[in-house]
């Protein structure tokens, strides 16, 4: 047979525009180049079309190192090109409004990273855009990407743990914990970033909406130990970086919960993790062991060999494992963003109704009006109802 060209053999062409190359810019491009061979029958080929960075000494670099064909340094340009289906907003915190509402506006598909914005009304204001827009959005909130966090959610809608009763769920690291450093070495600290909570605390808040309910409530701590670190975030001169919150949760079935995040929590690099107490089990979980769900479930054996079993979510048949690898070989942090973001753009080229696991620009409101009421909560040392 005569050498023949590859083709994209019957895939849907999604054009990407990416703004930001940082961390994230480099994991959501390392999720698209992964897409069309791990999911080889979807009918998906994204295209790396713009890199957008307003750091003119990389965006050149960086573009050529993903394979983007074309780059700029003003994302106005980009959000306002026709050719562009997906725009990706991969840039600081307070640089997802803007951006992600006209590419709204121009009936763009649109990808923001968490926290959608730094203040709740302009979270809202990305919510608004949204609802307005013929474009979907999601809010990057990639834990429940998580095979074994899937898994979590599946047995807790099968009513395998009962009436939900508490949660304690934590984000910890350690990025702050050593006084020294200055605020351009801590990555909350400096600007454009804002704070602990914003940056971990949301991953922690999604998944305590995603697993047991709404949060109706909430009084919280949250606190600066080194305030010398404190700077103002753009947009928002009121949020400084915080860098510890213990906060009481409420929801709306009646379960209670404790939320911590931390960037002070010597020893801690990257600590997800939660447990969940029902009337007939419980489970827990967290992300340095990414792989297994800890559940007790009730036994027919009864309640002699009851306990937390391990369970190693890496079954051909577990929700998201098929297209990886055999059982036991482990996956990790990097593939929830790329199973994450396999499932919208499945969305967009296929025509499919948002997937329900993808957190929507209302998910991304609503973690912001409940950081905003820890806020309120912290400085009048009141519970602080949430109003949607
Ligand atoms: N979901 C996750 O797992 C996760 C992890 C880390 C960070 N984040 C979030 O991702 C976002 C990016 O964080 P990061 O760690 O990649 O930051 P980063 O600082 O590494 O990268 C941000 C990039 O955006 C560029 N940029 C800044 N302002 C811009 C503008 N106006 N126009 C164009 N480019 C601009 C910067 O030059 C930089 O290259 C943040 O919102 C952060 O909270 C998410």
């Known amino acids: 047979m005569a050498m023949q060209k590859v083709t994209a053999n019957g895939r849907k062409e999604i054009r990407m525009g990416v703004l930001g190359c940082g961390f994230m810019g480099k994991c959501h491009a390392n999720a698209y180049k992964k897409i069309p061979y791990i999911y080889p029958d979807a009918g998906v080929m994204p295209r790396l079309l713009v890199l957008c960075d307003k750091n003119e000494q990389i965006v050149e670099r960086e573009a050529t190192r993903y394979g983007y064909?074309?780059?700029?340094?003003?994302?106005?340009?980009?959000?306002?090109?026709?050719?562009?289906?997906?725009?990706?907003?991969?840039?600081?915190?307070?640089?997802?409004?803007?951006?992600?509402?006209?590419?709204?506006e121009n009936g763009k598909h649109v990808i923001s990273e968490k926290p959608l914005a730094v203040s709740v009304d302009d979270a809202r204001r990305m919510r608004d855009a949204a609802a307005a827009s013929s474009g979907m959005a999601m809010c990057t909130f990639n834990y429940r990407f998580m095979p074994a966090v899937q898994m979590a959610k599946e047995l807790i809608d099968a009513g395998k743990?009962?009436?939900?009763?508490?949660?304690?769920?934590?984000?910890?690291?350690?990025?702050?914990?050593?006084?020294?450093?200055?605020?351009?070495?801590?990555?909350?600290?400096?600007?454009?970033?804002?704070?602990?909570?914003?940056?971990?605390?949301?991953?922690?808040?999604?998944?305590c909406r995603f697993l047991v309910g709404e949060i109706t409530s909430v009084s919280a701590l949250v606190r600066t130990f080194n305030a010398d670190r404190a700077r103002p975030s753009a947009g928002c001169p009121e949020v400084t970086s915080d860098e510890g919150t213990a906060a009481l949760l409420d929801f709306d079935n009646g379960a209670i919960g404790v939320m911590e995040s931390?960037?002070?929590?010597?020893?801690?690099?990257?600590?997800?993790?939660?447990?969940?107490?029902?009337?007939?089990?419980?489970l827990r979980w967290d992300l340095e062991h990414p792989n297994s769900l800890f559940a007790c479930l009730e036994s027919p054996d009864g309640p002699k060999v009851e306990g937390f079993a391990e369970i190693s979510v890496t079954e051909a048949d577990h929700t998201y494992v098929g297209p990886w690898w055999p059982h036991g070989h482990n996956i990790g942090w990097e593939h929830c963003h790329i199973i994450e973001k396999f499932h919208f753009l499945d969305t967009v080229a296929n025509g499919k109704p948002m997937n329900p696991n993808n957190a929507t620009f209302e998910d991304g409101y609503r973690v912001a009006a409940i950081i905003d009421g820890m806020r309120q909560s912290s400085d009048s040392g009141k519970r602080i109802a949430i109003n949607y």
């Open 262 to 282: 931390s960037v002070v929590a010597t020893g801690r690099k990257n600590f997800l993790s939660w447990e969940i107490n029902g009337s007939k089990g419980s």
């Open 69 to 104: 064909e074309e780059f700029c340094t003003d994302w106005n340009e980009m959000v306002a090109d026709e050719r562009i289906d997906v725009v990706d907003n991969c840039g600081p915190d307070p640089v997802h409004p803007d951006p992600c509402i006209a590419a709204l």
């Open 161 to 207: 743990i009962g009436t939900i009763y508490q949660i304690r769920v934590n984000y910890l690291q350690m990025a702050g914990h050593d006084p020294s450093l200055g605020a351009d070495q801590c990555w909350y600290a400096a600007w454009p970033h804002s704070g602990g909570l914003q940056g971990i605390g949301s991953h922690a808040i999604d998944q």
